[in-house]
């Protein structure tokens, strides 16, 4: 009966390829092409044990090769890492490992500022970079987070310090290593500032509308 084969097992064997190979490096999974990334993922989302955001192969890819741009492994991508809106971003709490990784950060400190009755009202944060002499620093406020309409929300009446010092942390970080985040957002102030708007596919919605004439020949206006 094995005569009968002829050659179909080895033709089988050529059609499916061997699957990439993953190096690992201290114990440490590290992929060195996409399709070592993409094998990743698809097993990470198919174990279901990734976050519950990442409801697709392609989101957990995506998040997992942002993370590992800015010096994250694979898994603390996935822990880090969120697509909010469309646009990765990286967890507030992960922040500060990421600079103090990156070897040129001298010192981190951060301060919950309180009025006189104990109650927290904002927080600043101050970091300090190798080879640069003034510090750099940031605090944000209870009135910084009213003007910028967040106060209502659920987060910063719930844990209103931590969100300030989150996002203190975000500015001076953005300003200070902008080299380490490689202009990541965190996921916080995502969440606050809400979906982006794509005025580029506004202004070519406009300008193929049916109202095209003499009258309309100056430029669209797009809504603030």
């Not at 198919?46 to 192969?57: C, G, H, I, W, Y």
């Not at 993370?67 to 890492?81: A, D, K, P, V, Y």
Request: aromatic share 6%; net charge neutral.
């Amino acid at each position: 009966m094995s005569g009968e084969n002829n050659g179909t097992g080895s033709a089988l064997a050529k059609a499916s390829p061997t699957p990439p190979s993953v190096p690992m490096v201290n114990g440490i999974m590290r992929p060195d092409s996409l399709e070592g990334l993409w094998r990743l993922a698809t097993v990470a989302f198919e174990s279901q044990l990734v976050p519950r955001a990442m409801d697709t192969k392609h989101k957990v890819f995506v998040a997992a090769a942002a993370g590992m741009e800015i010096g994250l492994t694979f898994f603390q991508s996935l822990q880090n890492i969120m697509v909010v809106y469309g646009v990765p971003a990286i967890w507030g709490d992960a922040v500060p490992g990421l600079v103090l990784g990156s070897g040129q950060c001298e010192d981190i400190q951060e301060t919950l500022i309180r009025d006189e009755k104990g109650v927290v009202i904002g927080a600043k944060c101050v970091m300090r970079r190798k080879g640069i002499a003034s510090p750099s620093e940031w605090t944000f406020t209870a009135q910084d987070a009213q003007l910028a309409g967040l106060s209502g929300k659920d987060p910063y009446k719930k844990a209103p310090g931590r969100m300030y010092q989150i996002r203190a942390r975000a500015f001076v970080a953005r300003n200070l290593f902008a080299d380490v985040l490689k202009g990541l957002q965190t996921v916080e102030e995502l969440e606050d500032i809400g979906p982006r708007r794509d005025v580029a596919a506004e202004v070519t919605k406009r300008l193929a509308g049916p109202t095209r004439g003499p009258e309309s020949d100056a430029a669209p206006t797009i809504d603030a």
